[in-house]
């Protein structure tokens, strides 16, 4: 039985909004392609959906000497369902910095409505240097692929000065490991990329449905391809700020932590909850954060994760990651009862090492190429402090120092500055309170896009919007502006549910 909320929510959005018309062609147009699709496509490895198709497309390793070494980009596809309805590619564009987006369609083909499977072939890719494209690792220590050092919570007492030795060594190790490939690294270049792999699909335009980090490629990649893009979704969006970039990303943990913790602790506090930690929603925060300093001071061992212990900063992590998705809370729940003593620590689980050095070295090579970092050990001191006192959730972590504080080259080219000039044909999806991506910093990406877009707001938690957490009315408006182009005459918000 459908939720009746839901469906009339849906049903209203549909019904109240005004919209405009993109600067593009209609609906009912044929296929935008200019050429032909030069791509030699094959069957897909692995578990990919058997509709999947994978080729490569070859781009040059240094866009300043296109005629140089040429690197390859992992490609595929699943096309369109009704080719007599097609309008184009519908180009998804993973998150990351490092995600790989290669058997993204594969996923999407199960969620996304068949208005929109019939009208677009779905395309991944694996960005450079991820993946099946051709990849780069750093070579870091077994030690140092902790999600407790990739991401830098300081020591129990609120020391950086682990954070920094650890910074500093994984900056000289990929910057000794990583090759020209690492080096070749940034969002300018993926966007880059991006217009290659259209041209090598023979389309004239392309729409794109970033998520994560990859609404900050799509926007990118809108600003310096205008007359190229068609419809462009950005969900779950990134802080535009060119002067910070991805500082101003791990520093939005802070307040998307501190936005987004309610949830949890409404729903582990719910009755009937099997893993309930408390009795009402206020007493879940003091909970969190006393056991968190009680594993500062005596960590508990757990044999097979990394590090192999159980202490504050692996359960923040775990909480943090666990805010993504309220799928994620009993995960969450459980590994506190266990801090607790109240139940066995669950068997660690960790992407193979491989897959790990693969996704670090394309994020930090992002991270560290796209924008250069402060690296003054006195004023990352200070300011960790005062994060501490501020968002004890995070813990100082969001503003601590990264290996681009060390990182040896300085950015071959300054961040795109993303602008309002082109076609009005953006539209963004944001949840109000997710971790990762906060409502703050898409409303800088908003104000940044201008009259170019529009922006749909869900009154839910977590990360990813569309096709992800269940609203209805947030899905139907981006649904139609996929099938038809209309977009709302203005923002709009819709309520939960």
Same mark, same amino acid.
């Given at each position: 039985?459908?939720?009746?909320?839901?469906?009339?929510?849906?049903?209203?959005?549909?019904?109240?909004?005004?919209?405009?018309?993109?600067?593009?062609?209609?609906?009912?147009?044929?296929?935008?392609?200019?050429?032909?699709?030069?791509?030699?496509?094959?069957?897909?490895?692995?578990?990919?959906?058997?509709?999947?198709?994978?080729?490569?497309?070859?781009?040059?390793?240094?866009?300043?000497?296109?005629?140089?070494?040429?690197?390859?980009l992992?490609v595929?596809?699943?096309?369109?369902?009704?080719?007599?309805?097609?309008?184009?590619?519908?180009?998804?564009?993973?998150?990351?910095?490092?995600?790989?987006?290669?058997?993204?369609?594969?996923?999407?083909?199960?969620r996304?409505?068949?208005?929109?499977?019939?009208?677009?072939?779905?395309?991944?890719?694996?960005?450079?240097?991820?993946?099946?494209?051709?990849?780069?690792?750093?070579?870091?220590?077994?030690?140092?692929?902790?999600?407790?050092?990739?991401?830098?919570?300081?020591?129990?007492?609120?020391?950086?000065?682990?954070?920094?030795?650890?910074?500093?060594?994984?900056?000289?190790t990929? !910057? &000794?490991? #990583?090759?020209?490939? +690492?080096?070749?690294?940034?969002?300018?270049? @993926?966007? %880059?990329?991006? =217009?290659?792999? /259209?041209?090598?699909?023979?389309?004239?335009?392309?729409?794109?449905?970033?998520?994560?980090?990859?609404?900050?490629?799509?926007?990118?990649?809108?600003?310096?391809?205008?007359?190229r893009?068609?419809?462009?979704?950005?969900?779950?969006?990134?802080?535009?700020?060119? !002067? &910070?970039? #991805?500082?101003?990303? +791990?520093?939005?943990?802070?307040?998307?932590? @501190?936005? %987004?913790?309610? =949830?949890?602790? /409404?729903?582990?506090?719910?009755?009937?909850?099997?893993?309930?930690?408390?009795?009402?929603?206020?007493?879940?925060?003091?909970?969190?954060?006393?056991?968190?300093?009680?594993?500062?001071?005596?960590?508990?061992?757990w044999?097979?994760?990394?590090?192999?212990?159980?202490?504050?900063?692996?359960?923040?992590?775990?909480?943090?990651?666990s805010?993504?998705?309220?799928?994620?809370?009993?995960?969450?729940? /459980?590994?506190?009862?266990?801090?607790?003593?109240?139940?066995?620590?669950?068997?660690?689980?960790?992407?193979?090492?491989?897959?790990?050095?693969?996704?670090?070295?394309?994020?930090?090579?992002?991270?560290?190429?796209?924008?250069?970092?402060?690296?003054?050990?006195?004023?990352?001191?200070e300011?960790?402090?005062?994060?501490?006192?501020?968002?004890p959730?995070?813990?100082?972590?969001?503003?601590?120092?990264?290996?681009?504080a060390?990182?040896?080259?300085?950015?071959?080219?300054?961040?795109?500055?993303?602008?309002?000039?082109?076609?009005?044909?953006?539209?963004?999806?944001?949840?109000?309170?997710?971790?990762?991506?906060?409502?703050?910093?898409?409303?800088?990406?908003?104000?940044?896009?201008?009259?170019?877009?529009?922006?749909v707001?869900?009154?839910?938690g977590?990360?990813?919007?569309?096709?992800?957490?269940?609203?209805?009315?947030?899905?139907?408006?981006?649904?139609?502006?996929?099938?038809?182009?209309?977009?709302?005459?203005?923002?709009?918000?819709?309520?939960?549910?």
């Amino acid at each position: 039985m459908p939720n009746i909320n839901r469906t009339l929510a849906a049903a209203t959005a549909a019904a109240a909004l005004a919209v405009t018309a993109l600067v593009a062609q209609p609906a009912a147009a044929g296929p935008e392609t200019a050429g032909r699709d030069r791509l030699a496509w094959t069957s897909c490895q692995g578990g990919a959906d058997p509709r999947q198709q994978c080729a490569t497309v070859s781009v040059p390793l240094d866009y300043a000497h296109p005629e140089g070494e040429r690197i390859t980009l992992a490609v595929s596809r699943i096309a369109s369902a009704k080719p007599g309805q097609r309008r184009g590619v519908l180009l998804t564009v993973p998150g990351g910095p490092g995600g790989s987006g290669v058997d993204v369609p594969s996923s999407a083909v199960k969620r996304l409505p068949q208005s929109v499977l019939d009208r677009y072939d779905l395309v991944g890719f694996d960005p450079r240097g991820v993946g099946r494209s051709t990849p780069v690792s750093c070579g870091l220590e077994h030690d140092d692929l902790a999600m407790v050092k990739l991401r830098p919570w300081p020591a129990a007492d609120g020391s950086v000065d682990g954070n920094l030795a650890t910074a500093r060594r994984v900056a000289e190790t990929c !910057a &000794r490991n #990583g090759g020209p490939v +690492l080096r070749s690294i940034s969002t300018r270049n @993926e966007a %880059r990329d991006i =217009d290659r792999i /259209r041209e090598a699909l023979g389309e004239r335009r392309l729409s794109a449905w970033g998520t994560s980090y990859g609404t900050y490629v799509g926007a990118v990649y809108a600003t310096l391809f205008p007359g190229r893009t068609d419809r462009i979704v950005l969900d779950s969006n990134d802080d535009p700020d060119p !002067a &910070r970039v #991805g500082r101003g990303w +791990l520093a939005a943990f802070g307040q998307g932590a @501190e936005d %987004r913790f309610p =949830d949890f602790a /409404r729903w582990a506090s719910a009755p009937g909850n099997p893993d309930r930690l408390a009795d009402t929603p206020e007493e879940v925060r003091p909970l969190f954060l006393d056991l968190a300093a009680r594993l500062d001071a005596v960590p508990l061992p757990w044999p097979g994760a990394n590090p192999a212990e159980l202490n504050g900063n692996v359960l923040r992590e775990t909480m943090l990651e666990s805010l993504y998705a309220d799928a994620k809370f009993p995960g969450l729940a /459980r590994l506190v009862l266990a801090g607790l003593g109240r139940r066995p620590l669950p068997a660690p689980v960790a992407p193979p090492e491989q897959v790990l050095q693969n996704t670090i070295a394309v994020s930090v090579g992002t991270l560290c190429n796209d924008v250069s970092w402060p690296a003054d050990p006195a004023a990352l001191a200070e300011d960790v402090a005062a994060e501490r006192a501020a968002r004890p959730l995070t813990a100082g972590m969001p503003v601590n120092a990264m290996p681009c504080a060390f990182w040896p080259f300085a950015p071959a080219e300054p961040p795109v500055r993303v602008t309002d000039r082109g076609p009005a044909n953006v539209l963004l999806a944001q949840n109000l309170r997710d971790p990762a991506t906060p409502y703050r910093g898409a409303l800088r990406l908003r104000a940044a896009l201008g009259e170019r877009a529009r922006m749909v707001t869900v009154d839910s938690g977590g990360h990813d919007v569309y096709v992800a957490n269940g609203n209805a009315c947030g899905d139907a408006v981006v649904t139609d502006f996929l099938v038809t182009g209309r977009r709302p005459a203005a923002d709009t918000f819709c309520p939960a549910g």
